[in-house]
């Protein structure tokens, strides 16, 4: 029987590879390709801060951080 228990640092970690991702999308020239991988990482995240485990496993500086990279990738995407 799988664990579906959901595990924070392995959510967390998932979570800053998107932010990792945004952040360098956004240095770049855009492009259709590029402006869909941002929309869908600012997804992601967007999703993972609406989930209580989550959040409450993030650091008032994670949290800020992970809003920052939002605010950026929405900005981007236009």
Known sequence: MPNNTPNPSKSISAAFDS???I????????N???KANVERNVKH???MLTKEF???ALTAEQT???EA???TG???VG
């Open 19 to 21: 932010v990792n991702l």
């Open 23 to 30: 952040n360098k999308l956004v240095t770049e020239t855009i």
């Open 32 to 34: 259709d390709k590029k």
């Open 45 to 47: 995240l967007e999703l």
């Open 54 to 56: 989550f959040t409450e």
């Open 64 to 66: 800020t951080e992970i």
């Open 69 to 71: 990279c939002i605010a």
């Open 74 to 76: 929405k900005t981007y």
